[in-house]
């Protein structure tokens, strides 16, 4: 699609609704559904196009939060809590276990193909999870969404700003890159139900396929960037992920280990994963430490029938096809005559995200922040790991229910009389913000070179690379290194301030490096508050290589008067963190 210089249609669209949803991901659906379906006008705004965006766009083939036959929802809890070392919220990690198996009834109820056991129940891979062919869960919960009444959603319109005046949440601003619109969207609720963070460290696959990496390459942080400016309190940023996944592909291993019984095995094929624990960043640890000792390359083997073999390929269909492809690459035309299968496995670049690990805002047991009429869900949601899919879901149902709750005590809308100019205002601050560097004519100067968006992306992604613990520096990190990150990343931030705009496709570009450099910033932050090493395989503090005690704790942060502090939250005695409305 050719994007014209910007002629921009005024004045800005305003758009009235009683909710809004950023993100229509698995977590946004849900929660936009069950808010329509209690007689709200909801509002879901969606940067690319609802039936093939975010993380579900090239399908999955489980469903990894599920409570199997035999356990119950606080196995579930003790798993979670047990992987992530001790740093996750029990409260959350409970109402989300809950509600795990009838997110899965919901989705086999919108037409998702949940496979069977030859007695009929679901096909457990493991008792935490279930085999699906879920080629098309988007636009199976797209679908869901297009026939609920009361719910409208926004395509390929990127939210920018919340409507904050620090204490409350009065909407939202975005624009159309396609329209070239810009829209002051009102509502006294709003669920950030948007992606994490990729795009922060330089990939694997970095020069001529950069984002052949696992994460989804267009979830650029950008409800944590919106929360982070307007004050929320972040948690557990600096639990970043660090994906095992297979090499070159970057296609899950999941299904490999789980499915198919795989072992991690070394050059010499001996197997060694028990030997560094079995938790998600220790298996990490185990394919890094075998690597730096010499021993690899390192691979997930083993030994299955043909049948078996064919299985695995139409699983990797469903959610990574270049895997597949690659399998049939590397067995050529003739059949192989070997039974078994193998994967050569490495690590990810680090994100940001709360859907694996434990990094977003912080939240109360229903999902609120601590921005009124602002709640949190999914990817964008802190405390609560090892959600995925279903306990995403099972997110975006409790916050809409709180969200009816609040609009129902409230009033509909539930904005006082003395705040009637405040959602106008506050839109005029966000489209002074955005419209300072849509400069056509200087963007368009002929014969003059100009810095661009992509550049300064690619010097983010190396600064922390490089100082922040990424790939090519072994996830590892020291104070001085982070203090040079921080250094880097604030002159980047200056840059960025300078970029001119020819069109609002432009713009868009734009904002994504400001969306990743303001969680960037956020994470150098974390990342040097947390002075102990509790999860090695996603990142070792040089300077502090051990676990201490003393960071039994949360840390978080706040953005006030545009320094971030940085602070900690106690585990507390009943182990429940409520915010007071």
């Known amino acids: 699609m050719k994007f014209e210089p910007a002629k921009l249609k005024t004045p800005p669209t305003i758009i009235k609704a009683e909710a809004i949803v950023v993100g229509g991901g698995a977590a946004g659906c849900l929660a936009a559904i ?152 009102q509502a006294p609720a709003t669920i950030i139900a948007t992606g994490g963070a990729a795009g922060l460290y330089r990939p694997n696959n970095h020069g001529s396929a950069p984002n052949r990496i696992w994460y989804c390459p267009f979830n650029t942080g950008a409800g944590l960037a919106m929360g982070i400016r307007a004050g929320a309190e972040m948690t557990t940023l600096e639990m970043r992920l660090v994906a095992l996944r297979c090499r070159d592909t970057l296609a899950p291993t999941g299904t490999l280990a789980l499915g198919a019984g795989a072992r991690q095995v070394n050059a010499l094929g001996r197997p060694f994963e028990g030997d560094y624990g079995r938790t998600t960043s220790q298996r990490v640890l185990a394919w890094r430490r075998e690597t730096e000792a010499g021993r690899g390359p390192c691979r997930l083997a083993a030994e299955i029938s043909a049948d078996r073999r064919e299985e695995l390929y139409r699983a990797y269909l469903n959610m990574c096809p270049s895997q597949t492809l690659k399998w049939l690459e590397q067995a050529g035309p003739e059949p192989r005559p070997e039974s078994g299968i193998f994967a050569e496995v490495e690590g990810s670049e680090p994100y940001v995200q709360g859907g694996h690990v434990g990094g977003g805002f912080w939240i109360d047991t229903n999902r609120q922040t601590t921005l009124t009429g602002l709640w949190a869900v999914g990817d964008a949601a802190g405390g609560a790991p090892q959600k995925y899919v279903t306990g995403s879901m099972a997110e975006g149902v409790i916050a809409a229910e709180d969200a009816a709750q609040y609009l129902q005590d409230f009033g509909r809308p ?60 072994g996830y590892r990190y020291s104070s001085s290194e982070l ?99």
């Open 483 to 581: 203090v040079m990150a921080a250094t880097m990343v604030a002159e980047l931030a200056n840059l960025a301030d300078k970029l001119s705009a020819s069109s609002l496709f432009e713009l868009s570009e734009i904002w994504e490096l400001k969306e990743r450099l303001t969680v960037a910033r956020s994470l150098i932050a974390h990342l040097e508050s947390r002075k102990e090493t509790r999860w090695p395989g996603f990142g070792e503090y040089s300077d502090y290589p051990q676990i201490d005690p003393e960071f039994e704790c949360f840390v978080n942060s706040r953005l006030e008067d545009n320094e971030l502090k940085v602070f900690r939250r106690p585990m507390t005695r009943n182990n429940t963190y409520e915010h007071h409305r």
């Open 414 to 473: 539930a904005v006082s009389q003395t705040d009637q100019g405040r959602p106008q205002q506050l839109f005029q601050e966000a489209l002074t913000d955005l419209t300072a560097q849509l400069k056509p004519d200087q963007a368009l100067a002929p014969g003059r070179p100009r810095l661009q968006a992509r550049d300064l992306g690619l010097a983010l992604e190396k600064t922390m690379d490089l100082y922040a613990g990424g790939i090519s520096a």
């Open 34 to 185: 069950k808010l329509a379906q209690s007689g709200y006008q909801v509002i879901v705004v969606e940067k690319a196009d609802i039936r093939r965006s975010g993380c579900l766009a090239a399908g999955v083939n489980a469903l990894n939060a599920y409570i199997g036959r035999g356990k119950v929802p606080q196995d579930y809890v003790d798993y979670a809590l047990a992987d992530a070392h001790g740093i996750a919220r029990r409260d959350l990690l409970l109402s989300i276990a809950e509600r795990l198996n009838e997110q899965a009834a919901w989705l086999e109820s919108a037409g998702l193909p949940i496979l069977k056991d030859q007695d009929g129940r679901y096909a457990e891979r493991s008792w935490r999870n279930v085999k699906i062919n879920g080629e098309n869960i988007k636009p199976l919960m797209a679908a869901a969404v297009a026939k609920t009444q009361g719910l409208n959603v926004l395509n390929r319109c990127r939210a920018t700003h919340l409507l904050s005046d620090g204490v409350t949440v009065y909407g939202v601003a975005a624009f159309s890159p396609e329209n070239n619109l810009f829209y002051h969207l």
